[in-house]
């Protein structure tokens, strides 16, 4: 079998990797630019010239993403499908983590939420809360959409200072409420609070609410397990927030290796996975 192509073509954003019998997954990369088009264009040319690739050693050529709407020619003549999404966000968080049931959760503009248990992968609902909530927060409150620059400052923040805790509401812990938990986001904020405080506020507050979504999603299911992908995943405050609501509701959430590349990675796999029946 011949490399096959995985692309997950946003608006601005497209990643890429390939996908081969001896190497498992090659190099993959994202590349910006102001459209669809010319970020797919852009994102596989460096790809096939940075793994030194030839158009003959592509087999198949698999896009997926919003932005695959814009694109309905095969790309530089190679064969060329579309992957539904939600199919290929579950293939590819399978194959990172080798889990058979899961709930994956893709934090893109907004979050969808994919149930997997074996081979039945389907979408189970979403939420309108992800990185565009982030990025238009920071606009209003920061003047800045710049999500690396909000993470830094978030570094520096102090949550207490922009959230009530159960401990700023009661002496004592509740019953399977320690004291620094979470009673109201934003609900000690005050017109003074620094820029780090903010910044740290609105993640946390985008994350937060992702992480109980996903995990009120799951009741009755059994599930325990979820697998985060998307860019979201790239930031520091991830680990924190995470692991203090695995603590608290007693599950796990993971952040694979090519967690930014997952639905990527699934585009490939749903070529390959069919192709072997």
Known sequence: MGIVIGIDVGISTTKIVGIDAKRGVI????????????????AFGKYLYDNNINLTDVEQVMITGVGSAYIDSPIYGLPTKKAEEFIADGLGARYETELDRMIVVS?????SLVQCCGDDIRHIG???VGGGTLMGLSRIML???????????????????????IGDI?????????KNATASLFGNAKTNATREDIALGIITTVLQTIGSCTILSSLGSGIKEYVLIGNLTLLPQCKDVFHAMEKLYHVHFIIPKYSEFCTAIGAALYYIDKKRG
Request: proline share 9%; aromatic share 2%.
């Open 27 to 42: 190099s993959p990369i994202r590349i910006k630019a102001t459209d669809p088009v010319t970020s797919l264009y852009g």
């Open 126 to 128: 979403g939420i309108g």
């Open 143 to 165: 003047k800045s959409d710049d999500i690396k620059q909000v993470a830094a400052l978030a570094m520096q923040g102090e949550i207490k200072n922009i959230d009530v805790l």
């Open 170 to 178: 009661s002496p004592n812990a509740l019953p399977g409420l320690p």
């Open 107 to 111: 934090m893109g503009t907004g979050t």
